[in-house]
Nanobody, 126 residues
Framework: QVQLVESGGGLVQAGGSLRLSCAASGRTFSTYTMGWFRQAPGKEREFVAGISWGFGNTYYANSVKGRFTISRDNAKNTVYLQMNSLTPEDTAVYYC???????????????????WGQGTQVTVSS
């Protein structure tokens, strides 16, 4: 069983930055492919970014490319999402997720992930 706990959400003005963290349990975190998703009010949950455990390949949604950066620290069992140049459209609950099966690819669809955190709220004011 893998437990994921997100932190770092909050209220920020447009143009500001936040760094989200997701701490994972389990001795084999280094072999988890990790993803960040978000869900805005009235919308479906969508893929934001992901990082594979093999080669550390990263993938981003077009809407965040160039503004968000995903990274991981295997020694701390933590994955991060650095979010810069935030806009009100980035307001959502952000979730991290773990895929324990894939090596170098990053799943795009939420049903391909095995474990989820409880989410952290990010609100960007205009």
């Amino acid at each position: 069983q893998v437990q994921l706990v997100e932190s770092g959400g909050g209220l920020v003005q447009a143009g500001g930055s936040l760094r989200l963290s997701c701490a994972a349990s389990g001795r084999t975190f280094s072999t988890y492919t990790m993803g960040w998703f978000r869900q805005a009010p009235g919308k479906e949950r969508e893929f934001v970014a992901g990082i594979s455990w093999g080669f550390g390949n990263t993938y981003y949604a077009n809407s965040v490319k160039g503004r968000f950066t995903i990274s991981r620290d295997n020694a701390k069992n933590t994955v991060y999402l650095q979010m810069n140049s935030l806009t009100p459209e980035d307001t959502a609950v952000y979730y991290c997720a773990a895929d324990v099966t894939r090596y170098s690819s990053v799943p795009y669809y939420e049903q391909e992930y095995d474990y989820w955190g409880q989410g952290t709220q990010v609100t960007v004011s205009s």
